[in-house]
C-alpha cells in the first residue's frame, strides 16, 4: 500500500527558500503522478503543482509560477518542490498526493493517496 511522507517545511523568512521532500519506502514514486497542493487556516485546499510519472511533465498553479520547480530524483525515490522567493501568501500546511500514471489530475479528486503533510511558515 502506497504511504507518502513529507519533509522538508518549516520557518522561513519571506523572500527565503526551501525544499519540500515527498517519499515514499514501499512504493517506486516514479511510476505515479506526483501532485503538490496546500491548505491556509481558514482557506480551501488548492492544487501548487504536479509532476508526471517518471517527470516527464509539470504544471504549476499561477500563483507559484518563477518561483516553484518541482522535480523527481529517481535515485532517491523522491519528488521535491523547490520553493524560492517565498512570501506570507505561501505559508501553509503543504501535502503531497500521489495517483497511478502518466498524466496529472485536473483536480484534487483525482489523487488516491495523501500524506499527512508538512508545515511551512513564512514570517519575518
Known amino acids: 500500500q502506497l504511504q507518502l511522507v513529507e519533509s522538508g517545511g518549516g520557518l522561513v523568512q519571506p523572500g527565503g527558500s526551501l525544499r519540500l521532500s515527498c517519499t515514499a519506502s514501499?512504493?517506486?514514486?516514479?511510476?505515479?503522478?506526483i501532485g503538490w497542493f496546500r491548505q491556509a487556516p481558514g482557506k480551501e485546499r488548492e492544487g501548487v503543482s504536479c509532476?508526471?510519472?517518471?517527470?516527464?511533465?509539470?504544471n504549476y498553479a499561477d500563483s507559484v509560477k518563477g518561483r516553484f520547480t518541482i522535480s523527481r530524483d529517481i535515485a532517491r525515490n523522491a519528488v521535491y518542490l523547490q520553493m524560492n522567493r517565498l512570501k506570507p501568501e505561501d505559508a501553509a500546511v503543504y501535502y503531497c498526493?500521489?495517483?497511478?500514471?502518466?498524466?496529472?489530475?485536473?483536480?484534487?479528486?483525482?489523487?488516491?493517496?495523501w500524506g499527512q503533510g508538512t508545515l511551512v511558515t513564512v514570517s519575518s
Open positions: 498526493a500521489a495517483v497511478y500514471g502518466s498524466t496529472c489530475p485536473i483536480t484534487s479528486n483525482g489523487f488516491d493517496t
Open positions: 514501499e512504493s517506486t514514486l516514479h511510476y505515479y503522478a
Open positions: 509532476i508526471g510519472s517518471r517527470g516527464g511533465s509539470t
